[in-house]
């Protein structure tokens, strides 16, 4: 249960990050509510996640695969 409480954190920082992206400096309204929205509810899953996976292995997990999913985003997405 604890792993995918860690995907739903994952999930929810990459959807807040591509949020930030689409915000545009928050000047574009639904992107910004997006980052308000996401980003509280992944540290959230985290915090739940972190109930019973190490701080160490949990903070190592979200962070690559967030980062992993970020950049291809990136590169498919945004073409950067």
Do not use: Q
Request: net charge negative; hydrophobic share 55%; charged share 10%.
């Amino acid at each position: 249960m604890h792993w995918i409480l860690m995907i739903a954190a994952i999930l929810f920082e990459v959807a807040g990050t591509t949020c930030m992206k689409l915000s545009d400096g928050f000047r574009k309204l639904k992107p910004t509510i997006g980052l308000v929205v996401f980003y509280p509810l992944c540290f959230g899953f985290l915090t739940l996640a972190m109930e019973e996976i190490d701080v160490s292995v949990a903070y190592a997990v979200w962070s690559a695969m967030g980062t992993a999913l970020i950049s291809i985003i990136g590169f498919t997405y945004f073409n950067s």
